[in-house]
Each structure stands twice: as C-alpha cells, then as structure tokens.
C-alpha cells in the first residue's frame, strides 16, 4: 500500500498488511493498524504517521520515521527484525510510545538515532535492544530526548551519546547497566547536554565535553557503585554533579 499523497490513507483502518509506506503530508495520520512487516514512515515529508496505532511491525530492517513532526505521538507496539532505528526531523516521535524494539536473532538492534530539534522529546521505549548484543544510542539536537523513558537499558555494550542543549534533559531508565558509557556535549551553561539525569547503579565511562554538559547528575544512587572514568572540561561542565565512588 502506497500513501504518497497529503493525508493520504488519513484515518486507515486495517487488520494486516505485509507493506505500507507513506510518502506524502500527514500520510497514515491517525491510521489504526493490526500489524505490518514493512512501515515506512515518511521520506522527508512532514507528519508522516502523525498519531498512528500500529500493534506490531515485523519485516522492516532499518526502521525510521523520517520528516518534520514524523511519528508525532504514535503509539507502536513490538518493532522486530530493525538492527537500525531513527527519528530524524523537528520533533519526530515527539511524545511516540514504542514496545520491544529488537532486531535479528543474529545482531539486535545495534544503533537507535534521534536527530533534530525535540526529535523523542518524551517519546517512550520499553525495551531496545538484545541484552547481548551492544547498542549504541544518539541524540543530537536541542531537547532531543529529553524526558525521554528508555525502559530496560540493561546489557553489554551500551553507549548513550548526547550533542545539544538540553538534549538529555531528564531522561529516566527503568534499569540500565552499569558498564554504560555516557558522552555529553555541545550544551550551554544554563542549558547543558545531559541535566537533571540520574544512572543508580553507575556507568564505566561519563564524558562531559562543553558548557553546562553534565549539570545536576547523580551516578551511583544509594548503591554506590563505582564510574570508571569521569571526564569534565569546559564551564560548568559537572556542575553539582553528585558521585558515590570513583576509582
């Protein structure tokens, strides 16, 4: 099924289709969909997949919602078989909820990427990734994930890298490991990269580059485990940052 046009398949309604790809402004906006194997959502046109319901998306390789406003606020069940996931654009999944997002049996999902202004600004996530298999997840822009819930972050290899103000503003994990490594950069004084964020059972490495990078973060909790390397530079750059134990 090809939505190519403005609004094109607006409001669908399907049970199960093995291949949709919308193309056009606000194509499969408010769409409810059983399940899907391939989902393309959007190629640069604005609001692509806008509010859609999706249960399950199960064929689609490098998974991506592409465009300004693209996923805004949808609501996806489980993404399998996706070893790449993006939200690129102004405020692309915004506010979107997703399940499980996993790849192939052989590697996981390997890179998630939110790039652009509000790109998963409070968008949620309850699971991404094998837990033995690494994942390497970026947000670069401005507000990029901040408030952002990634569910489950437990497992080898994980790496969170955040570029621009407040682009990890208030992120949370319902759990996480503590071999993560965590990059912060490019933020301001009064607006640093990675603010107000909290890692309870501590990371490997936390790198604060810039103004403001890691302003207000707690590593450790109550559990007072160790960070392997803390790195600050640049104004600001760990301020009132809270650390049980370093090694």
């Not at 399998?80 to 999902?109: L, R, W």
């Not at 569910?151 to 071999?179: I, P, W």
């Amino acid at each position: 099924l090809d939505c190519a046009g403005d609004y094109g398949c607006y409001d669908l309604t399907v049970n199960h289709l093995d291949e949709i790809r919308a193309g056009g402004t606000y194509a499969l906006g408010s769409a409810s969909i059983g399940s899907v194997g391939y989902l393309e959502c959007g190629t640069g046109a604005a609001s692509g997949c806008y509010y859609i319901d999706v249960g399950s998306v199960n064929n689609t390789a490098n998974f991506s919602c592409s465009g300004t406003s693209a996923c805004y606020n949808a609501d996806f069940g489980n993404i399998s078989q996706s070893v790449e996931f993006s939200c690129i654009g102004t405020s692309a999944c915004y506010y979107a909820t997703f399940g499980v997002v996993s790849g192939t049996d052989d590697t996981g999902t390997r890179r998630l990427t939110c790039s652009g202004s509000d790109a998963c600004h409070d968008a949620s996530f309850a699971q991404v990734g094998r837990p033995d298999q690494p994942l390497t997840i970026t947000c670069e822009g401005g507000e990029a994930c901040e408030g952002t819930d990634w569910g489950n972050l437990s497992g080898v290899g994980r790496t969170l890298t955040c570029s621009g103000q407040e682009a990890c503003n208030q992120m949370t994990f319902a759990d996480h490991s503590n071999t993560m490594v965590v990059e912060c950069s490019d933020g301001a004084t009064s607006a640093g990269a990675c603010q107000y964020l909290t890692f309870p059972n501590g990371l490997a490495n936390l790198t604060c580059t810039g103004d403001g990078a890691c302003r207000f973060i707690t590593i450790g909790g109550e559990l007072s485990i160790a960070t392997g390397v803390l790195d600050c530079a640049g104004d600001y750059g760990c301020y009132d940052l809270t650390v049980n134990h370093l090694d």
